[in-house]
């Protein structure tokens, strides 16, 4: 990236930066001798100046009635970019409420993939304190077999309780935290469900999983009694 580029991204306009540019070559220069070196006229110069000192990248002084300007020190740049930062620190609470309140509203998210699916359980593991969960079998390790272990060393160190319902003769790998019951073979299908905090997650474990979230307390606690029913019929 060029250095006038590099000036845009502070925050110059691109006018700007070649006036900076051209007074650091020239050094204390009168208006005129400015805009020949940066190749703009006389007015656009002298505006661009002016802004460069409200900015405080330029200074002025008068030598024989005439107004001569001077380009500040470069460090200066990083003064702005320290002003920068503390504005960002300044507004980032009122953004990230903002952000959380559109992220409520927002009650279905999709996911794709096999890293979209990963997604999915890495929520579980920061908002979750128990999870409930139907599921068709040991998709789970067959196709995130990496990803496995991690999601289980998640799980114990935040101490989650899960209450899990499997179809009969699935090799489930619990937690040290997890608690399995079991329902005949017919009854489940190939997609899984987990019920947690207020969200609904169904994931259907195809080659290339998917995976979607209902972030919604109505739901939840629908699907939820319709888990309690299913945990009392099942059995260990």
């Not at 619990?174 to 905090?197: I, S």
Request: no cysteine.
């Amino acid at each position: 990236m060029e250095t006038q580029e590099i000036l845009v991204e502070f925050g110059l306009t691109p006018i700007e930066s070649k006036v900076y540019l051209a007074l650091l070559t020239t050094g204390m220069s009168q208006a005129g001798r400015i805009a020949k070196e940066a190749q703009l006229n006389r007015t656009t110069t002298y505006d661009a100046l002016n802004r460069l000192i409200d900015k405080g990248l330029v200074s002025y002084g008068i030598e024989a009635g005439k107004k001569v300007f001077r380009a500040g020190n470069p460090s200066k740049f990083k003064e702005i970019l320290k002003e920068r930062e503390q504005e960002i620190d300044d507004v980032l609470p009122r953004l990230n409420m903002l952000f959380s309140n559109v992220a409520t509203k927002k009650a279905v998210t999709s996911y794709y993939g096999k890293k979209g699916v990963q997604s999915v359980f890495e929520d579980m593991i920061r908002h979750a304190k128990e999870l409930f969960v139907i599921d068709a079998g040991a998709q789970f390790t067959q196709i995130l077999p990496l990803y496995q272990p991690h999601f289980v060393m998640g799980i114990e160190s935040n101490k989650i309780k899960i209450k899990h319902i499997a179809r009969r003769g699935v090799d489930v790998k619990p937690t040290k935290t997890t608690e399995v019951r079991y329902l005949p073979k017919n009854v489940l299908t190939t997609a899984g469900m987990t019920l947690y905090a207020d969200r609904v997650a169904i994931t259907i474990w195809t080659d290339t999983p998917e995976a979607v979230i209902i972030r919604n307390k109505a739901v939840y606690e629908s699907f939820k009694n319709y888990f309690d029913i299913l945990w009392k019929s099942a059995k260990p």
